[in-house]
T-cell receptor
Framework: AQSVAQPEDQVNVAEGNPLTVKCTYS??????LFWYVQYPNRGLQFLLK??????LVKGSYGFEAEFNKSQTSFHLKKPSALVSDSALYFC????????????FGTGTRLQVFP | DSGVTQTPKHLITATGQRVTLRCSPR?????VYWYQQSLDQGLQFLIQ???????AKGNILERFSAQQFPDLHSELNLSSLELGDSALYFC????????????FGPGTRLTVL
């Protein structure tokens, strides 16, 4: 069964510092991986995806993610955090069985302090 | 704005009641997905429709049902509501392509008292 894990419930970082939100995956075959962000009282917003190709994927709002096949990881990164980046971040993998649903991690709350 | 709309935004009802949640997908998207977000279960896939037909079922209770209409909007019906059904219900839509991302609506927050 396909799954993703987000080992950190919360990540705290100072504004201006680089941030990393971790995600590891377990799939059979090639993974299709996604990052979403959820702001308070809002729906999930798509940030970026990895399907194939370059291991470094660039997305919205200055975020990027690095796909690492040997470590089965897809960590979300940003060179310089903003207070407005504070939100709940979800990693997801596309189910490659009889449905193309997204299987989500448990989420990581990012808190950026001024 | 993702282009996916959901109504109502909030719903407060009593145990045993039935409610209907509505979703309009992005223009051109044929696939609609329903997800439930709760504190204890996280984000769980409920059901998927594609162009009016049920495509896949996830962790959807028998008390819940859904349909997708010819104009592609979808409704999620929740009946015999229990306290544990209180959650945020999201609708998402996408084009028919496993490589494409799903776009999520703002959600309907259901509170069962």
């Amino acid at each position: 069964a396909q799954s993703v894990a987000q080992p950190e419930d919360q990540v705290n970082v100072a504004e201006g510092n680089p941030l990393t939100v971790k995600c590891t995956y377990s799939v059979s075959g090639n993974p299709y991986l996604f990052w979403y962000v959820q702001y308070p009282n809002r729906g999930l917003q798509f940030l970026l995806k990895y399907i194939t190709g370059d291991n470094l994927v660039k997305g919205s709002y200055g975020f990027e993610a690095e796909f690492n096949k040997s470590q089965t990881s897809f960590h979300l990164k940003k060179p310089s955090a903003l207070v407005s980046d504070s939100a709940l971040y979800f990693c997801a993998v596309r189910d490659m069985g009889n449905t193309d649903k997204l299987i989500f991690g448990t989420g990581t709350r990012l808190q950026v302090f001024p | 704005d993702s282009g996916v709309t959901q109504t109502p935004k909030h719903l407060i009802t009593a145990t045993g009641q039935r409610v209907t949640l509505r979703c309009s997908p992005r223009s051109g998207d044929l696939s609609v997905y329903w997800y439930q977000q709760s504190l204890d279960q996280g984000l769980q896939f409920l059901i998927q429709y594609y162009n009016g037909e049920e495509r896949a079922k996830g962790n959807i209770l028998e008390r819940f049902s859904a349909q997708q209409f010819p104009d592609l909007h979808s409704e999620l019906n929740l009946s015999s509501l229990e306290l544990g059904d209180s959650a945020l219900y999201f609708c998402a839509s996408s084009v028919e392509d496993i490589y494409n991302e799903q776009f999520f609506g703002p959600g309907t927050r259901l509170t069962v008292l």
